[in-house]
């Protein structure tokens, strides 16, 4: 059962990095700061803007990374809940069953 849970939640913690990724990408970059050379999911792992480059920050760096760990946190708890509500689904479904 424990690796049940482990395997949904990683799966969905996959699909989640891609989402809340792509979206910090084309939500941040260019309108919060500005970076060259790195892709669409290099995006998403700070430092955002590297010293001795032409990067930038155009709002201020605090913001930046206020915004960053909210989109990490939703990163980790948005499947960490929806694997409790599928194994709470489940065991409600075991309890029918055998009822």
């Known amino acids: 059962m424990k690796t049940t849970i482990a395997t949904i939640y990683l799966v969905l913690l996959i699909f ?4 809340f990724a792509t979206l910090w990408h084309f939500q941040m970059q260019s309108h919060y ?3 060259h050379g790195k892709g669409i999911f290099e995006d998403f792992i700070p430092p955002f803007v590297k010293r ?4 930038a920050y ?10 960053w760990s909210l989109f990490a ?3 980790l708890i948005l499947p960490a809940a929806v694997t409790w ?4 689904l489940h065991n409600r479904a075991l309890n029918k069953t055998w009822m």
């Open 16 to 19: 989640s990095f891609l989402i």
């Open 33 to 35: 700061f500005i970076c």
């Open 52 to 55: 001795g480059s032409d990067d």
């Open 58 to 67: 155009l709002k201020p760096a605090q913001v930046v990374y206020t915004v």
């Open 73 to 75: 946190g939703l990163t």
């Open 85 to 88: 509500l599928l194994m709470g």
